[in-house]
Antibody, heavy 121, light 106 residues
Framework: EVQLVESGGGLVQPGGSLRLSCAAS????????MNWVRQAPGKGLEWVSY????????YYADSVKGRFTISRDNAKKSLYLQMNSLRDEDTAVYYC??????????????WGQGTLVTVSS | DIQMTQFPSTLSASVGDRVTITCRAS??????LAWFQQKPGKAPNLLIY???NLESGVPSRFSGSGSGTEFTLTISSLQPDDFATYYC????????FGQGTKVEIK
């Protein structure tokens, strides 16, 4: 069974930093590309960042480019999001979501339960 | 950037109704479109991928159609478990979600 468990969320002051983690199990981790998606309170979904299984291809949404860094450790079956220079508007539930690299087109097939990041003074 | 416009934003319907949600892309995305269902306090769940492919385990009352810039999600006979918010997502160029459609009980 595919399981994705996010952690690392919490309350942080504007300008501060936070590192999110997503621990994976139940599938061959290196064969899945991974994403972070966020959802501000009462709002819709916003894609944040992408990393391919080999870590050779990485993308960011314009809203976080230069402030957030995505990475993964295939040996530890973990995904990370380093968030720096946090702003009020970064307040959201952050989800990890995975896509199998099998050309099936099953984009964002599995999601974690999310971790809440609150940026406030 | 590709923009996704989803409508209606809210839909009131009764159990047994046929429901259709529309999603329009700002440029052609071929069939690179997915539909997700999200219930309050839960993560989204993939329903449809590549515009018309039903994800394993999803009831057959859900169907998707369209290509290019216009897409629809249809629920053939609305069930109590279907009251939720639905999002379309393009994955032709990066990833963009529609604004969501909340399906409410009439």
């Amino acid at each position: 069974e595919v399981q994705l468990v996010e952690s690392g969320g919490g309350l942080v002051q504007p300008g501060g930093s936070l590192r999110l983690s997503c621990a994976a199990s139940g599938f061959t981790f290196s064969r899945y590309s991974m994403n972070w998606v966020r959802q501000a309170p009462g709002k819709g979904l916003e894609w944040v960042s992408y990393i391919i299984g080999s870590s050779t291809s990485i993308y960011y949404a314009d809203s976080v480019k230069g402030r957030f860094t995505i990475s993964r450790d295939n040996a530890k079956k973990s995904l990370y999001l380093q968030m720096n220079s946090l702003r009020d508007e970064d307040t959201a539930v952050y989800y990890c979501a995975i896509t199998p690299e099998d050309n099936s087109g099953r984009c964002f097939a599995y999601w974690g339960q999310g971790t809440l990041v609150t940026v406030s003074s | 950037d590709i923009q996704m416009t989803q409508f209606p934003s809210t839909l009131s319907a009764s159990v047994g109704d046929r429901v259709t949600i529309t999603c329009r892309a700002s440029q052609s995305i071929s069939s690179w479109l997915a539909w997700f269902q999200q219930k309050p306090g839960k993560a989204p769940n993939l329903l449809i991928y590549k515009a018309s492919n039903l994800e394993s385990g999803v009831p057959s009352r859900f169907s998707g159609s369209g290509s290019g810039t216009e897409f629809t999600l249809t629920i053939s006979s609305l069930q109590p478990d279907d009251f939720a918010t639905y999002y379309c997502q393009q994955y032709s160029s990066y990833w963009t979600f529609g604004q969501g459609t909340k399906v409410e009980i009439k």
